[in-house]
């Protein structure tokens, strides 16, 4: 809904930040426009997610609007500004999960993942989630700052009712590209963590998913053989990204309609760009940090991921 934030994460990947949006992103009434067309198509299930999709003065507009039209929606936040109003707002919608991201068990340590970010309003998003009976999910990025606490995390977002816990390795994008070297872990601590989730996912059995399969952005590539996915993925200014892996755009909803860009999505999959782009990805995980840096993927005539 936009790339503006209230926060500036180290390990974002949209490259957000207060202050950042696309510059011309949709307004209201584009927004409202794309939605009504979700709507006649059909479409099951909308993730309305940013930057922070909180701060768009029309976000409870566009989640209203399609949860009338029977939508099922998901909704990611970091919870800066999500409390029991906006809680009780969304219970009214068909809602399938409010993904809140909790990186941090201490302040000290959320913090300096979260610059600016405080845990306990986070935590106080959750608890409104799970007065209102939101279906919770906590995200939680591995980093050298937090690994210490993901057990802590984990044990967290259990005690605040979550349905899942989800994770996996730390995705080389945005601005978490920017600042590799001191965010990724070594193979060893990976190797740690994976056992963690190992071990928590049979402990809380039952009580609350703990979800890192596949880990990897590669694992995920692996698995789908570059299929196209069932998905449409709207950028906030209108223009349709062909995947978020790669920085390719395919069609631009201020000129198409939706169902024209779905074709053009399903066009751009035949694109041989498109299967060479995941596999330099799978030979080379570093290209990924040039992933948004987008440009048609029609007219663009450099190499890929070049
Ligand atoms: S990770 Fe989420 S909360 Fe943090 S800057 Fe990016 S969009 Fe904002």
């Known amino acids: 809904m936009t790339r503006d934030c209230n926060l500036a994460c180290l390990h974002c990947c949209t490259d957000s930040a207060p202050h950042k949006p696309f510059p011309n992103e949709l307004n209201r009434e584009e927004a409202l426009s794309i939605a009504s067309q979700i709507i006649q198509a059909q479409v099951p299930y909308v993730l309305l997610a940013g930057g922070e999709p909180l701060t768009v003065p ?21 919870g800066q500004i999500f409390g029991e109003n906006e809680a009780e707002r969304l219970s009214r919608l068909p809602i399938r999960s409010l993904q809140i991201s909790i990186d941090g068990a201490s302040q000290a340590v959320y913090s300096k993942m979260r610059p600016g970010g405080v845990l306990d309003k986070t935590i106080f998003a959750c608890r409104a989630a799970q007065k209102f009976n939101l279906p919770l999910e906590i995200t939680f990025a591995p980093t050298q700052i937090n690994i210490s606490e ?61 979800a890192f399969r596949p880990f990897s952005i590669e694992e995920d590539l692996k698995s789908k053989k570059s299929a196209m996915p069932a998905t449409i993925l709207i950028l906030p200014d209108g223009r349709v990204r062909v995947s978020g892996f790669l920085p390719y755009t395919c069609a631009d909803l ?45 007219t663009s005539d450099l190499p890929v991921m070049v």
Request: include cysteine; charge should be positive.
């Open 58 to 78: 029309h976000f409870f507009e566009i989640a209203e609007a399609l949860g009338r039209g029977r939508v099922y929606l998901k909704v990611e936040t970091n």
């Open 254 to 298: 201020r000129k198409e309609t939706l169902i024209q860009a779905w074709k053009e999505c399903q066009k751009a999959y035949q694109n041989p760009k498109i299967s060479t782009g995941f596999d330099e990805i799978l030979k080379d995980a570093s290209v990924l940090a040039l992933a948004n840096q987008l440009r048609s993927l029609e």
């Open 150 to 210: 993901a057990s802590n995390v984990i044990d967290l977002a259990a005690d605040l009712g979550a349905f899942r816990f989800n994770s996996g390795s730390l995705m080389r994008i945005g601005t978490a590209a920017k600042l590799w070297e001191r965010l990724n872990l070594s193979s060893a601590e990976y190797e740690k963590f994976y056992n963690l989730l190992e071990r928590k996912e049979k402990e809380l059995k039952g009580k609350m998913e703990v």
